[in-house]
């Protein structure tokens, strides 16, 4: 059973930093694409970033480029996603999840086969 629990969500002033890290358990991990999507309320739930975890391959929204950084530690099954230079409108839930096919570069959620509970980030 593929299990994926994300931590490190919080509350942070604007340019703060948070660090998400997600440990997935049940499968391969290294056979996947991970990623990491929010939703904010009211809002579709939107790709923010993705990692081929066999290529090492990433891939993330406009919006998030050159503050954000996925990565991952294959021995531990952890992906992680270091947030910089936070600002009011990254505030929503994030969510890991995995991905069996070969799609999972577009960052699409209903690409993605398995969730995660998804952990608050609030920036003020």
């Known amino acids: 059973q593929v299990q994926l629990v994300e931590s490190g969500g919080g509350s942070v002033q604007t340019g703060g930093s948070l660090r998400l890290s997600c440990a997935a358990s049940g499968y391969t991990y290294s056979s996947y694409c991970m990623g990491w999507f929010r939703q904010a309320p009211g809002k579709e739930r939107e790709g923010v970033a993705a990692?081929?975890?066999?290529?090492?391959?990433?891939y993330y929204a406009d919006f998030v480029k050159g503050r954000f950084t996925i990565s991952q530690d294959n021995a531990k099954n952890t992906l992680y996603l270091q947030m910089n230079t936070l600002k009011p409108e990254d505030t929503a839930m994030y969510y890991c999840?995995?991905?069996?096919?070969?799609?999972?570069?577009?960052?699409?959620?209903?690409?993605?086969?398995?969730w995660g509970q998804g952990t608050q980030v609030t920036v003020s």
């Open positions: 990692i081929y975890s066999y290529y090492v391959t990433t």
């Open positions: 999840a995995a991905d069996r096919g070969n799609f999972g570069y577009q960052l699409r959620a209903r690409t993605f086969d398995f």
